[in-house]
């Protein structure tokens, strides 16, 4: 019986070959046709707006094949419905 690889090591790897290509993580997912867009929006973003522009499309390309979610829908989820609340405050007496 094999025993599964961790999730952080996959994730590991993912993150290193955004590194080198935007969209990797996507490709190493199987999702070929995700991760092509996001390597040519990724080699795109680096002509124009320089190495910020690739990293944000590798960041999404990672947000997206590690959390199903790319980094605009992090961002314009609520504060408040993250799953770590802030403590209540105790009722005033």
Excluded: C, W, Y
Aim: proline residues 9%; charged residues 15%; without cysteine.
């Amino acid at each position: 019986m094999e025993t599964p690889k961790p999730k952080t090591t996959d994730n590991a790897v993912k993150l290193i070959g955004e590194a080198f290509l935007p969209g990797a993580s996507l490709l190493l997912d199987g999702r070929i046709l995700a991760g092509g867009a996001h390597a040519i929006v990724g080699t795109l973003a680096r002509f124009s707006l320089g190495p910020i522009g690739a990293v944000l499309v590798a960041a999404n390309s990672f947000s997206e094949s590690v959390t199903g979610k790319n980094l605009l829908k992090h961002l314009k989820q609520p504060a408040g419905s993250s799953e770590a609340k802030p403590p209540s405050k105790p009722a005033a007496s």
